[in-house]
T-cell receptor
Framework: EAAVTQSPRNKVTVTGGNVTLSCRQT?????MYWYRQDTGHGLRLIHY???????QIGDVPDGYKATRTTQEDFFLLLELASPSQTSLYFC????????????FGPGTRLTVL | GEKVEQHESTLSVREGDSAVINCTYT??????FPWYKQEAGKSLHFVID?????DRKQSQRLIVLLDKKAKRFSLHITATQPEDSAIYFC??????????FGAGTKLTIKP
């Protein structure tokens, strides 16, 4: 079965802080995604990638950078964290883009004070 | 871009009854509509999907209906059980590489 892991699971930082969220998938999937989940908004796509070195902009990219270093690893970077970025972040992977089942990681809860 | 509206933010049904969750989308080119389930405190997992070349799909107690003219699709859960309690998200494919999610429906199954 698909395996997507995320670290850390919980993170607290202060406004202006630097945060990196990590995601690893072991399914040899091409596509990886970063979402944020907020009540009333569902899941919103931040960035995604279809392979190592590739990055595509999602629907809510402002304030976020991302990097796909290998097929397995996808990182989300918040360089100047703000309270509006307090959220639950999910990473997901899929074999192809959009058409097939996405496998989600357990999530990272980020609090920006 | 694509927008997906999920009409019920909360839904409560009695155990054994059917639950229906309705979604609409805006992009007539959308052709793939998955549903995901999120149990309390957990991550999301895929439950069922439908493609635009059919208007009905069933998997055990789950039925998805698609009305392309109305740009509407729905999830029907028959003979509901306590383990069906969760947040359900509908989604639509936008472009070739990403999907857009609805805001979620919290389904509660009452004993």
């Amino acid at each position: 079965e698909a395996a997507v892991t995320q670290s850390p699971r919980n993170k607290v930082t202060v406004t202006g802080g630097n945060v990196t969220l990590s995601c690893r998938q072991t399914n040899s999937h091409n596509y990886m995604y970063w979402y944020r989940q907020d009540t009333g908004h569902g899941l919103r796509l931040i960035h995604y990638s279809y392979g190592a070195g590739n990055l595509q902009i999602g629907d809510v990219p402002d304030g976020y950078k991302a990097t796909r270093t290998t097929q397995e690893d996808f990182f989300l970077l918040l360089e100047l964290a703000s309270p509006s970025q307090t959220s639950l972040y999910f990473c997901a992977s899929s074999d192809t883009g959009g058409s097939y089942e996405q496998y989600f990681g357990p999530g990272t809860r980020l609090t920006v004070l | 871009g694509e927008k997906v509206e999920q009409h019920e933010s909360t839904l409560s049904v009695r155990e054994g009854d059917s639950a229906v969750i309705n979604c609409t989308y805006t992009d007539t080119a959308s052709s793939y509509f998955p549903w995901y389930k999120q149990e309390a405190g957990k991550s999301l997992h895929f439950v069922i999907d439908i493609r635009s070349n059919v208007d009905r799909k069933q998997s055990q107690r789950l039925i998805v209906l698609l009305d392309k003219k109305a740009k509407r699709f729905s999830l029907h859960i028959t003979a509901t059980q306590p383990e069906d309690s969760a947040i359900y998200f509908c989604a639509a494919r936008y472009g070739n590489e990403k999907i857009t999610f609805g805001a979620g429906t919290k389904l509660t199954i009452k004993p």
